[in-house]
């Protein structure tokens, strides 16, 4: 019997939250499946080459969870947060792709 070892450092949390996936030229509905302090773990409908860094929209929350790519196997990836932040009001102009799938995503 084989025993899987987890490398994780941090405790994940089950999550299974909608959430879209935007990068240059990407943007595609995804299930952020768990996260951790240090990232999260998305899952896509479809195998996609993703670049190195994307912004994972949490659509119920409302934030852009920027992210390094650190993992991809099949339609999962496995992602190293690098900032969060609030869709709503004033935002960075690098967050505008990302607060423009939010408004697409809950009907705005």
């Known amino acids: ?3 899987s070892i987890d490398r994780r450092l941090q405790p994940r949390t089950l999550t299974n939250a909608r959430a879209v996936l935007v990068a240059p030229g990407i943007e595609m509905a995804c299930v952020i499946v768990d996260t951790s302090a240090g990232g999260l773990k998305v899952r896509t409908d479809r195998q996609l080459a993703l670049p190195a860094q ?3 929209v949490d659509i119920t929350a409302g934030t852009a969870l920027e992210a390094e790519v650190a993992w991809r196997k099949g339609s999962e990836a496995g992602l190293k ?6 869709l709503r009001g004033l935002i960075p102009s690098r967050l505008l792709p990302a607060r423009d799938a939010w408004s697409r995503a809950v009907g705005r």
């Open 54 to 56: 994307v912004i994972v």
């Open 1 to 3: 019997m084989t025993q």
């Open 81 to 86: 947060l690098r900032g969060q932040s609030p």
